[in-house]
């Protein structure tokens, strides 16, 4: 998938976010950084496109909240936290690039009842590789791609990575 | 990206990638106090002591805090100086604490030298609270912190340290840190509080107030022992003050926009006049704050990852 | 009578001008004769009474002496013996040593020194010579009975351990001590200058954050007892000279041709203070290791003779005492096992000839403190140290005789190895 495709999908899911919950009402987008964070930027404007409305959009770091901290002996560094709003009574629509495991969206949604207590939590991803190992189904999902374990989805966006596409990588 | 190795020591042994790192994850960090609940998960089921040889509040607390935020449990142990001559030695002390299965201690000690005794000792890791005249690592890191958010970046900035060099383990540890980071640092100091060799460490040494603070981007002024007097450091309090005691008069001939730091606790009319310690130009309260975020950060580098 | 014969070693004995391969013979503990290893056509066959020792590509030295130990007994056995003292000097080469009066109760009466001495001859294996205390109990006010101390045994004089800061006190001991002829040794230090410092001043004192002892803490007092020694005309012997300033000074009185000697130790000729980096309490000593251009001074002083002789300041201390916070650990490193190979070091290193170095190891001390000893001749007791000079060994705390281990060699590859140690002509160490 190109940026065609990426940016083809993001309107699709943008249409399905505003059809769903009615409009922009008590929306507030919230991306998974590095991409998700960017993927969230995107719907952004995609939605101000349609309906006019800017939507309060931020950023959700997940990091502290990973359940693989002191087991990994890589050790992530810590990214952008950017609640913009306070979320009680919110619905907050969750953006990440690659859904997974789910263990990454779970470690997120736990960050975010930190903060406050939601309507509702929505998620968005772009690709869906399968294997999840929590109960975690996203709501919107730009394109399925199956993949084999020994196999890795990557991301890239032009506004992070200088060009724009999604590629199944064998891992090493 | 990790830390590298189990302890922080000093900032002598660091990077400038290493001092970065603790920055930058201070910066992530420091948006967890502001929230409502303040508290993240991250270093559940770790146990850190707080192992404090000198009586020190505001840095154990900052160091409780930073834990608790994080999620660790923290314990405190306070040992009076008194009780340590007549008893237990460093090593035996350390076997007992190592024996309880902490993942951190972090220690305070009026000797220099003994958190680096301490880390030989024990295989959890050891956060240097400060020793003697030595360093004071978390405190650098969080003056470093302080000024890079006002100032935006360290490098190229002149930094003057003031006031009594030879007793100042925060004064070795921002010397190490800010030349690292590519400022320029002068120290100054009546000459009987300059070390000899100081300049080795990386910075320029003067005698005169008025030639550390003309340039200066940054002023950190030390806190004074008044007991120094009675060792004939300096004649008296009075003279001190007049000096090397940081007033308005004096401020008016540093850079507009310069910024004024102090370890703290200050003593208000002899270092630093009250209107400049409560004046536009200080920082003592951003220090404050930035010591939990940059005390969370060293945890989160120091017990985030899994051992080797 | 017992025969023992050293044969085909390097003989050297600087006092004598001898170097070459010799056969020694030793008889009822004295030396009875030295002949030329190509002339001498003695058939030589060990037998009973008659030992032999195969010195063939070996040193062969009088023993060595030491005038600055401390043997630590009576009262801090924990740390060293007479006798563990006695062993290690053995295996340091050492036949003769002198022992500080720092002891508990101090040396300063005959009944001390002579307990020390029947210690010595019962348990010792070495000549133990007892220094007696300049202050009754080191306290630095009142002279001891010298007179009664020489005749007990007492070879010299000194309160080292603890400077002698009255300057009135000083001119006294060495005005005094003249009766009896015996030298004064001067552990200089002003304590009010070096104060609670824990190693030298300078750089690395300033980046550890550690208190420093500034050089001018012992050459305000070099200076003093210098000049104390032109008022008095006694002998003045400065002991583990640490300085550059104070190597001036003792140069300086030479010339003059004042009554001074002086020693230097060989952490003090080998270390500076960056061994104490990590706060190594093993490199901690009073005085401290000083700065690279101090041990440069020293090793020219040592070389032209302003510096008469090396004493090891051998200073056990136990892990009690060690192994805590370098503020207050306890000032010493043990030396006396170590001592002929670092000084071998500066031989290695064409800094001294191996001529100087024995002889400031032998004959100098010896004569620093007018002892008979430190060169063979016919009939001299037969003190003798057999050296290989081509080994090397690895200094291994765990190894040393001594009964503390307080070195700050630990680890450290050095060269020239002590094989045997003989002591009126009875081997007391043979290497394993
Ligand atoms: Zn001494």
Same mark, same amino acid.
């Given at each position: 998938?190109?940026?065609k ?7 699709r ?5 505003? &059809?769903?919950?009615k409009?922009?009402?008590?929306l ?8 998700g964070?960017?993927?969230a930027?995107?719907l ?40 913009p709003i306070?979320i009680?009574?919110?619905? +907050? +629509? ?11 969206i ?12 939601p309507?509702?939590?929505q ?9 999840r ?5 996203p709501d ?6 199956p ?12 506004e992070?990575?200088g ?10 | ?6 302890d922080?020591?000093g ?5 400038a990638?290493d001092i970065?790192?603790?920055?930058s994850?201070? &910066?992530?960090?420091r ?13 559940r ?5 707080? /192992?404090?040889y000198?009586?020190?509040t505001?840095t154990?607390?900052s ?29 035996d ?6 024996a309880?299965k902490?993942?951190?201690?972090v ?10 005794? =301490?880390?030989n ?7 240097n ?7 004071h *690592? ?7 912190l302080?000024v ?9 900035l ?8 030879t ?8 010397i190490?840190g ?5 400022a ?10 300059v070390? *000899?060799?100081?300049?080795k ?13 003309k340039?200066?981007d ?7 022992q008044?007991?120094r ?5 300096? *004649? ?6 007049? /000096?090397?005691g ?9 850079k507009?926009?310069v910024?004024?730091?102090?370890p703290?606790p200050?003593?208000?009319g ?12 200080s920082? +003592?309260?951003?220090?404050?704050t ?17 051992k080797e | ?10 003989f050297?004995?600087p ?5 070459g ?14 002949k ?8 030589i066959?060990?037998g009973p009474?008659?030992?032999v ?6 040193l062969?030295?009088p023993?060595? +002496? ?11 056995e924990?740390?060293?013996?007479i006798?563990?003292g ?18 508990r109760?101090?040396n300063?009466?005959e009944?001390?020194t002579r307990?020390i001495?029947k ?9 133990v ?8 109990g080191?306290?630095?006010e ?12 007492c ?7 603890m ?5 009135? =006190?000083?001119?006294?001991?060495l005005e ?5 002829d015996?030298?004064?040794?001067s552990?200089?230090?002003d ?6 410092g824990a ?8 980046? =550890?954050g ?22 008095t005309?006694g002998?003045l ?19 003059e041709?004042?009554?001074v ?10 270390l ?7 706060y ?8 401290p ?18 510096i008469d002789c090396v ?5 056990p ?30 031989v290695?290193e ?11 190891m032998?004959?100098?001390?010896a ?17 003798i140290a ?11 705390p765990?190894?040393l ?7 700050p060699?630990a ?13 009126g ?8």
């Amino acid at each position: 998938m190109d940026e065609k495709g990426i940016e083809r999908a993001l309107a699709r899911i943008a249409h399905e976010i505003l &059809e769903r919950n009615k409009g922009t009402e008590g929306l507030v987008v919230l991306g998974i950084p590095t991409r998700g964070y960017g993927l969230a930027q995107r719907l952004q404007s995609i939605i101000e496109g349609i309906e006019g409305v800017r939507l309060p959009t931020g950023a959700v770091d997940a990091t502290l909240y990973r359940d693989d901290l002191g087991i990994k002996k890589e050790q992530p560094s810590l990214k952008k936290m950017d609640i913009p709003i306070p979320i009680d009574g919110l619905t +907050i +629509i969750l953006v990440d690039d690659v859904l997974f495991t789910g263990r990454t969206i779970r470690a997120a949604m736990n960050a975010l009842m930190d903060f406050g207590r939601p309507r509702s939590i929505q998620l968005a991803v772009l690709v869906d590789r399968g294997h999840r190992e929590l109960p975690i189904k996203p709501d919107y999902v730009g394109k399925n791609i199956p993949t084999s374990l020994k196999e890795g989805v990557r991301v890239r966006l032009k506004e992070i990575d200088g060009m724009s596409e999604i590629t199944v990588i064998e891992k090493e | 990206m990790r830390f590298k190795g189990k302890d922080l020591l000093g900032i002598e042994d660091l990077d400038a990638s290493d001092i970065d790192l603790v920055l930058s994850t201070a &910066e992530s960090l420091r948006e967890v106090s502001e929230r409502e609940i303040k508290k993240v998960p991250t270093l559940r089921g770790k146990t850190i002591i707080n /192992l404090f040889y000198e009586p020190s509040t505001r840095t154990r607390t900052s160091f409780e805090i930073a834990a608790k935020r994080m999620s660790a449990d923290a314990v405190n142990i306070s040992v009076s100086t008194s009780s340590v001559v007549k008893g237990e030695t460093i090593k035996d002390t350390a076997k007992n604490l190592e024996a309880m299965k902490p993942d951190c201690i972090v220690i305070r000690h009026s000797a220099s030298g003994v958190p680096m005794m =301490l880390a030989n000792y024990v295989k959890c890791s050891v956060v240097n609270a400060g020793d003697g005249a030595h360093e004071h *690592p978390s405190q650098a890191l969080l003056d470093m912190l302080t000024v890079k958010e006002k100032k935006g970046a360290i490098a190229g900035l002149k930094l003057s340290i003031i006031g009594d060099i030879t007793h100042s383990r925060v004064a070795r540890s921002n010397i190490y840190g800010f030349t690292k980071l590519g400022a320029q640092v002068t120290v100054a100091g009546p000459p009987t509080m300059v070390p *000899p060799g100081i300049e080795k460490l990386g910075c320029r040494a003067t005698s005169s107030m008025d030639d550390a603070i003309k340039d200066a981007d940054v002023i950190m002024m030390l806190r004074i022992q008044l007991e120094r007097q009675k060792e004939s450091f300096f *004649p008296s309090v009075r003279e001190y003050s007049r /000096l090397y005691g940081l007033d308005e008069a004096k401020l008016n001939r540093a850079k507009k926009d310069v910024l004024i730091l102090h370890p703290g606790p200050i003593n208000r009319g002899v270092e630093v006049s009250s209107e400049v310690a409560d004046g536009p130009h200080s920082l +003592i309260l951003d220090q404050v704050t930035n010591g939990v975020a940059v005390r969370m950060a060293i945890f989160y580098l120091l017990l985030g990852a899994a051992k080797e | 009578m017992n025969r023992l014969i050293i044969k085909g070693g390097r003989f050297l004995d600087p006092v004598a001008g001898i170097d070459g391969i010799f056969n020694i013979y030793v008889m009822g503990g004295r030396v009875a004769s030295f002949k030329p290893a190509y002339a001498d056509t003695t058939e030589i066959t060990p037998g009973p009474g008659v030992e032999v020792i195969d010195a063939k590509g070996l040193l062969v030295t009088p023993g060595l +002496i030491d005038v600055h130990a401390h043997l630590r007994e009576p009262g801090f056995e924990y740390k060293e013996t007479i006798r563990t003292g006695t062993l290690a000097a053995a295996a340091g080469g050492f036949t003769s040593i002198l022992c500080m009066a720092n002891t508990r109760p101090v040396n300063d009466n005959e009944s001390v020194t002579r307990y020390i001495r029947k210690k010595a001859e019962e348990e010792g294996v070495v000549n133990v010579f007892p220094v007696g205390a300049v202050s009754v109990g080191q306290n630095g006010e009142r002279l001891t009975e010298m007179f009664e101390l020489k005749s007990a045994g007492c070879v010299a004089v000194s309160d080292d351990g603890m400077p002698i800061v009255d300057g009135g =006190l000083m001119r006294r001991a060495l005005e005094y001590s003249k009766i009896c002829d015996l030298p004064v040794i001067s552990h200089a230090e002003d304590p009010t200058l070096a104060g609670s410092g824990a190693m030298n001043e300078g750089e690395v004192s300033t980046r =550890l954050g550690l208190k420093g002892i500034p050089g001018a803490a012992e050459e305000s007092v070099v200076a003093r007892d210098i000049a104390l020694a032109r008022l008095t005309g006694g002998r003045l012997h400065i002991a583990h000279v640490s300085t550059r300033g104070s190597v001036e000074l003792i140069r300086m009185a030479k010339e003059e041709g004042l009554k001074v000697t002086a020693e230097a130790t060989p952490h003090h000729l080998t270390l500076t203070d960056e061994a104490v980096l990590k706060y190594s309490t093993n490199a901690k000593m009073n005085p401290p290791l000083r700065s690279s251009g101090d041990v440069e001074a020293l090793r020219k002083g040592l070389k032209d003779g302003t510096i008469d002789c090396v004493a090891t300041d051998h200073a056990p201390q136990s892990i009690m005492e060690k192994d805590i916070e370098f503020d207050r650990a306890a000032n010493g490193v043990v030396g006396i096992e170590t001592a002929f190979s670092l000084i071998y070091g500066l031989v290695a290193e064409g800094l001294l000839t191996l001529n100087e170095a024995v002889s400031a190891m032998t004959i100098e001390p010896a004569r620093a403190m007018g002892l008979d000893k430190g060169t063979l001749r016919v009939g001299s007791a037969a003190d003798i140290a057999i050296i290989d000079l081509a080994k090397g060994w690895t200094v291994d705390p765990a190894k040393l005789r001594s009964k503390s281990k307080n070195t700050p060699f630990a680890g450290m590859t050095l060269k020239g190895v002590v094989e045997k140690t003989i002591v009126g002509g009875k081997t007391v160490y043979s290497r394993e």
